[in-house]
């Protein structure tokens, strides 16, 4: 099993910044990837951005030039570097391990942003 712990987040106005870390604990094999997707009310969930174990990074349309992903320690920690906040980032944002042996996440974290 993997556990993933999540820290970072909270309340920001609009314009502001925010980082979001999440650390990998157990079973942690080679991954696929590795970062954040975020799921506001009535919404579906979807990729805020993720790296690879190549350390390539993928991110989604509407944060592409506001949002940094990095990883360390061997890709078993992943930081989300969130600048330019707007309203429509408040989600709760869910830290995400792919690896061959399974699919895991963590338990969430609130992002609020307030115009």
């Known amino acids: 099993q993997v556990q993933l712990v999540e820290s970072g987040g909270g309340l920001v106005q609009a314009g502001g910044s925010l980082r979001l870390s999440c650390r990998a604990s157990?079973?942690?094999?080679?991954?696929?990837?590795m970062g954040w997707y975020r799921q506001a009310p009535g919404n579906e969930r979807e990729l805020v951005a993720v790296i690879s174990g190549a350390g390539i990074p993928n991110y989604g349309d509407s944060v592409k030039g506001r949002f940094t992903i990095s990883s360390d320690n061997a890709a078993r920690t992943v930081n989300l570097q969130m600048n330019s906040l707007k309203p429509e980032d408040t989600a709760v944002y869910y830290c995400?391990?792919?690896?061959?042996?399974?699919?895991?996440w963590g338990q969430g974290t609130q992002v609020t942003v307030s115009s």
């Open positions: 995400n391990r792919r690896q061959l042996e399974g699919d895991y």
């Open positions: 157990g079973r942690t094999f080679s991954i696929n990837t």
